[in-house]
């Protein structure tokens, strides 16, 4: 895969119609670089807007060391970013890099991508007239949503040790019989979407009541020690939508991370989540993460429950190809 060094004169970055990406999958290439100049005006607009709205709902519901990523990555309310300034702030953090691509990256390298610090990032945007509908992920969502997180050496940790994870998770296929390697590979795929969806996707955690922290003042004191619930999962952090919903709603059912659970649970993305799990800390969520791994060697997601999301070819054969 290579680099794209040439762009198409259409300013426009949106996702769906954005000629330099449909040119970059034309050629096969998958990471990119992010043509800075093709983001038309309505794309920052849409940035602007985007930002505005979630500001304080980030003040309200967020955990605090998102506050703290917001801050430390001096992430702008007024326009794109740039992954190359992302990049400065992170490498010292955490060592984390946003990596631009151009499209949907097959599981086992996704996860192969976190286990060397490295995360793929959309570069399109969404349509200004659909600001709460993603047809795939955009960049206000990979860059608003997961790289705050990512400036937190515990929480990068985490997702380096889940790209270590699919890598046991390869290698053990490799060992089975042809006759059950297709099955159990495509049942242990799913045990991992599924722990990802409600952890680094749709996770919440445990905070100190009244413990919100907010832009720019995020080292005042907290009391009481008694505890709510926040979010740390990227996929409420940038919904507007749905941040408030997962925590204040009735209609969500919030239930303590239980591996067993998470691993036998389906979801879908067409509409706000009725079920979510909160973790105490992200010590718990590492422990967590290292028990998925046990879990993968021990044979315990060789059959998980049926259901979304679906493994297609790309993802199963991701894995299959890396074992």
């Not at 060397?116 to 709460?132: G, K, N």
């Not at 955009?138 to 705050?148: N, S």
């Not at 832009?215 to 005042?220: A, H």
């Amino acid at each position: 895969m290579t680099i794209t060094e040439t762009a198409p004169a259409s300013n426009d970055l949106t996702t769906t119609r954005a000629p330099f990406i449909e040119e970059a999958k034309g050629r096969g290439d998958l990471f990119i670089h992010q043509p800075y100049e093709l983001y038309s005006e309505e794309n920052h607009e849409t940035w602007r807007r985007l930002y505005a709205a979630l500001v304080p709902q980030w003040q309200r519901f967020a955990h605090p060391r998102f506050i703290e990523g917001l801050n430390n990555l001096a992430l702008t309310s007024e326009r794109v970013p740039r992954l190359e300034e992302i990049n400065e702030f992170l490498e010292p953090l955490s060592a984390f890099e946003s990596k631009a691509v151009s499209g949907y990256v097959p599981a086992y390298l996704f996860f192969d991508c976190l286990r060397q610090r490295e995360f793929p990032t959309t570069i399109t945007i969404r349509d200004a007239r659909s600001l709460d509908y993603l047809p795939e992920p955009d960049i206000f969502h990979d860059l608003a949503g997961h790289v705050p997180m990512h400036t937190d050496r515990t929480f990068s940790d985490i997702l380096v040790r889940f790209g270590e994870v699919a890598a046991t998770a390869a290698k053990m296929s490799r060992d089975l019989d042809s006759s059950r390697r297709t099955k159990v590979t495509s049942s242990v795929i799913k045990a991992m979407a599924r722990f990802f969806w409600f952890t680094v996707e749709f996770g919440l955690m445990k905070r100190p009541k009244g413990g919100a922290a907010r832009l720019e003042t995020v080292d005042e004191p907290v009391a009481p020690a008694d505890t709510e619930l926040c979010v740390y999962g990227s996929g409420l952090l940038s919904s507007r939508e749905e941040i408030e919903y997962s925590i204040v709603s009735d209609e969500v059912q919030r239930y303590p991370f239980r591996l067993e659970w998470v691993a036998n649970q389906y979801f879908e993305i067409d509409h706000v989540q009725p079920l979510l799990f909160y973790v105490d800390d992200f010590d718990h969520l590492f422990a967590e993460v290292e028990r998925l791994e046990e879990w993968v060697l021990s044979g315990r997601l060789d059959n998980v429950a049926p259901g979304e999301p679906l493994v297609n070819e790309q993802d199963l054969q991701s894995f299959l190809d890396a074992g």
